[in-house]
DNA sequence: TCCAAATATAGGTGTCTTACATAGGTAGGA
DNA sequence: TCCTACCTATGTAAGACACCTATATTTGGA
């Protein structure tokens, strides 16, 4: 009884038509410590919150918990029972210095990810202007002979 | 004999200090499909280059050959055996058209994440323009109480 | 001529991240 | 009472990747 498993990253869904969800490993980490920057809060409550700033579908609750937990063990949030409001229990969740430390070098790293992205988009867009044939054959590129190898056919 | 083993994401390097390395999953794969639609190229040959456009120090040659190896069974990429040129045997890749409308996926989906990208780091900006205490404390955010739940405390 | 280094490809393996599954408790409404 | 929403938590396996080792060929230097 194995369901089919969504991809991690890409899969086909066609010929010549393609899936593909570029993420950020671990992106859920900076986008907690954000909202607690922003102000305390509980783990279903960050789920929801989760949801409009990672573009996946829902949040995956199992491993949002494991997170605030091995966050907390590093000391990067601090936790407190909140019994006083109705409902079950919850854990609320603030940001300590060393969270927000960790935080701002999420910013600068995200920030460098970014311009590599872009540096990335900007050769794909150069190469977009020259007409690319899109049936099953071999794409005709120039070859790559920049150093040694010459391989001229 | 372990070897301190680079951490995949991020690590403290001190208190208050981390790195931090916000990385795209299997962004090793636009990469390379990247520098085949500008040109044929081989694997030894992709490596150099990927380091430009990668900026994570040195590519690993095995995970390489293997994605190589990889997307050649899955029809994005054709390969031939090149002797001519000086040197040893070296396996030629090419992009198909498969390839190439798999390059287009990757780069849609690299656009969408580089936005939201930007839309955690505008927010980031926007907490920034408030004081934050550096030091070991909590830090003092405000309360999330836009549903139910109050604890003011 | 022998040895070392660069070129070029490839397989093995453990760890981290994460999708998916399941479980258990509280509170309110039908 | 049952159902649903709220809230927290653990188990598991697949996928991605860092690190390691092995192989063969060619080139350059001692």
Redesign the interface.
């Known amino acids: 009884m194995r369901v089919d498993r969504q991809p991690?990253?890409?899969c086909?869904v066609g010929?010549?038509?393609?899936?593909?969800?570029?993420?950020?490993?671990?992106?859920a980490?900076?986008?907690v410590l954000?909202?607690?920057?922003?102000?305390?809060?509980?783990g279903y409550?960050l789920a929801d919150h989760l949801e409009e700033?990672?573009?996946e579908g829902r949040v995956d609750f199992g491993n949002l918990y494991r997170l605030l937990r091995a966050l907390e063990e590093?000391g990067l949030v601090?936790s407190t029972w909140?019994e006083?409001?109705?409902?079950p229990q919850?854990r609320?969740y603030?940001?300590?210095?060393?969270?927000?430390?960790?935080?701002d070098?999420?910013?600068?790293?995200?920030?460098?990810?970014?311009e590599?992205?872009?540096?990335?988009?900007g050769?794909?867009e150069a190469?977009e202007e020259r007409v690319?044939?899109?049936?099953?054959?071999?794409?005709q590129?120039?070859?790559?002979?920049d150093?040694?190898?010459?391989?001229p056919r």
């Open positions: 991690r990253c890409r086909r010929p010549g038509r393609f899936e593909v969800r570029a993420r950020i490993e671990r992106f980490e900076p986008t954000l909202l607690l920057a922003e102000g305390r809060s509980h409550q700033l990672l573009d590093e601090a909140s006083e409001s109705p409902g919850k609320v603030e940001l300590t210095g060393e969270g927000a430390a960790l935080l070098a999420w910013a600068a790293s995200l920030k460098a990810r970014r590599r992205i872009g540096a990335l988009l050769r794909y190469l690319r044939p899109r049936d099953g054959g071999i794409y590129g120039s070859d790559r002979s150093d040694q190898g010459g391989d």
